[in-house]
């Protein structure tokens, strides 16, 4: 369906701009047509649609400054996607970690690799910036690929098998179990525990004692002293995002969060040794150097010599 | 907040009970769509510094896939590896912008193709 969708790289920058937007429209449209009841939320099809122009905005600016703000952009819209699929934790997380600090250190890394327009000359684009490589060539690969990627999607999909129902409606939430203290803040708050009582900890495991087929809990007084009995579980109660995926995070996947850790540091070190480095300086970009340099310098010379009267000391 | 988001995104509190096959593959076209501008991005461009950022997009492109298969599948671990992936994609950053930074001082140009006597 969209294996022939028209898309181009960069050179004739409006015309594909339109034609790959109507190609991106209609892939979804026709896949929306496809299934007209299971639509997605109408908010997917703003994300999308500005994530996808955004995106395509990187590619095509000229100027890398803009491009990098588009990617912002792109992020953005993105952590919208995520809040739809209910990740909220990610989302957030990738706005502070990727439009806040990995886009901010392009944009330094940006100003400080271009050369600054000297003074009373205009900017100028500079000649890798404006021409594209290989467009024809890309886009053909990139359409290939893209069949590749969308015929394994279309057969994979329909083979997926659905959730069961009791994962789907929350019904064995284990990981309930072990906040005691949340479940314990709700009831207080609905008012089924009385004053001084607390839900009951199981003291091996530190977990709340819940039966999921009647919805109840284990409370008891003071202290783990007087009667145990059973209480309604409040409903609606459920964990939020951030909390399932602390859980994941620290208790399915420890290690990798230590060589995440490492990676990071491994990161930081490679960055540091790689920026004190002193660097010989090209042949031919020395001579280019040097020879601008001493145009400058006789400049200044001969200003200071129509000034003063006098050379400088140099 | 999480109210706010609860009742324009989800309808209910907790994971909304509708999530089907169809909506699953709009979030995976969006996300093939998106590697695909990255790639072809990544080959037509010449600056690094956009090369670079054309990766990031591609990154972009598989966390959309993986925490739209984790809705689907109602597990967490789709979201729990965009975490790590947030945290490569940090990594790769900065050594990749040393790298630029250096090259840039060896040459004064941006352009990916002074390097090509590189190959070998």
């Known amino acids: 369906m969209c294996l022939a969708l028209p898309r181009r790289g960069v050179s004739p920058q409006i015309l594909g701009a339109i034609l790959a937007a109507t190609a991106g429209g209609l892939a979804l449209v026709a896949l929306g047509a496809m299934n007209p009841t299971q639509l997605p939320n109408v908010y997917f099809y703003v994300f999308s649609s500005v994530a996808l122009g955004g995106a395509l905005r990187v590619i ?20 919208g996607l995520f809040l739809i699929l209910s990740a909220e934790f990610m989302a957030f997380a990738l706005i502070i970690v990727y439009a806040g600090a990995i886009l901010i250190t392009y944009l330094f890394v940006i100003m400080l690799a271009t050369q600054a327009p000297q003074e009373g000359e205009i900017e100028v684009l500079t000649e890798y910036d404006t021409s594209a490589r290989e467009p024809i060539a890309a886009t053909v690969v990139g359409f290939l690929l893209l069949a590749v990627l969308s015929t ?7 083979t997926l098998k659905a959730p069961t129902a ?16 949340k479940i314990e803040r709700a009831m207080r708050s609905a008012g089924t525990l009385e004053p001084g009582e607390h839900v009951k900890i199981d003291t091996a495991s530190g977990t709340a004692q819940i039966d999921f087929a009647a919805r109840t809990v284990a409370v008891t007084g003071t202290d783990g002293e007087g009667q145990t009995r059973l209480a309604a579980l409040p409903t609606n109660l459920s964990l939020s995002n951030a909390e399932r995926l602390g859980f994941s995070l620290l208790r399915d996947h420890p290690g990798a969060i230590e060589i995440a850790g490492v990676i990071l540091l491994m990161a930081m070190l490679g960055a540091v040794v790689l920026s004190r480095k002193q660097v010989q300086i090209d042949e031919d970009a020395k001579l280019l ?9 006789a400049k200044s010379n001969i200003d200071n010599r129509t000034n003063s009267g006098g050379g400088i000391a140099s | 907040m999480s109210l706010l988001i609860n009742s324009v995104f ?8 509708e ?3 169809p909506a699953l593959s709009h979030y995976i076209l969006v996300s093939a769509l998106m590697f695909i501008i990255g790639l072809i991005g990544f080959i037509t461009r010449r600056n690094l510094i956009v090369m670079f950022l054309c990766t990031e997009l591609m990154f972009q492109a598989a966390g959309i896939a993986m925490v739209a298969f984790g809705r689907y599948h109602l597990d967490l671990t789709g979201q729990t ?7 490569v994609a940090a ?21 990916a193709e002074e390097w090509q006597d590189m190959k070998g």
């Open chain 1, 60 to 79: 095509t600016h000229p100027r890398p400054v803009y491009a990098a703000l588009y990617f912002v952009l792109t992020v953005i819209a993105t952590a």
């Open chain 1, 152 to 158: 394994m999607m279309f057969t994979g999909v329909a």
């Open chain 1, 166 to 181: 009791e994962k789907r409606d929350g019904m064995t939430d284990s990981l309930l179990a072990d906040t005691p203290r």
């Open chain 1, 289 to 297: 150097q040097s020879r601008s340099l001493a145009a400058s310098l």
């Open chain 2, 10 to 17: 989800l309808g209910q509190a907790g994971f909304p009970a």
């Open chain 2, 19 to 21: 999530f089907s096959a």
């Open chain 2, 81 to 87: 590896f965009v975490v790590f992936v947030l945290t």
């Open chain 2, 91 to 111: 990594a790769e950053a900065s050594m990749a912008l040393a790298l630029i930074v250096l090259l840039f001082r060896r040459k004064e140009s941006l352009n």
